[in-house]
């Protein structure tokens, strides 16, 4: 079975920082793309980042840009988002996702179940 699995979520201050993992089982993760998404309440989903699957290649959402940085440990079959100076837009559920390198979610496979990211004043 194919799981994704998010974690290291919470409830933060502004300012502060967290790091989102997603550890996944039942796939050839080195072989996949992987990307984070997120989803604030009344909103649609929108794309964060997303990395090649040996890594080479990121790209970052405007609102990630300088604040926001992907990785992964193949060797774990994780892949990381750190999370710098988090601001109250930040608030949202976050998706880790499987599949091909894009900023569009109908080019990933595989989710998560989402880890709630809180962050207040």
């Known amino acids: 079975q194919v799981q994704l699995v998010e974690s290291g979520g919470g409830l933060v201050q502004a300012g502060e920082s967290l790091r989102l993992s997603c550890t996944a089982s039942?796939?050839?993760?080195?072989?996949?793309?992987m990307g984070w998404f997120r989803q604030a309440p009344g909103n649609e989903q929108e794309f964060v980042a997303a990395?090649?699957?040996?890594?080479?290649?990121?790209n970052d959402a405007d609102s990630a840009k300088g604040r926001f940085f992907i990785s992964r440990d193949n060797d774990k079959n994780t892949v990381y988002l750190h999370m710098n100076s988090l601001k109250l837009e930040d608030t949202a559920v976050y998706y880790c996702?499987?599949?091909?390198?894009?900023?569009?979610?109908?080019?990933?496979?595989?989710w998560g179940q989402g880890t709630q990211v809180t962050v207040s004043s």
């Open positions: 039942g796939l050839l993760f080195s072989s996949l793309d």
């Open positions: 990395i090649s699957s040996n890594g080479r290649y990121r």
């Open positions: 996702a499987a599949g091909v390198f894009s900023t569009r979610q109908r080019d990933y496979t595989y």
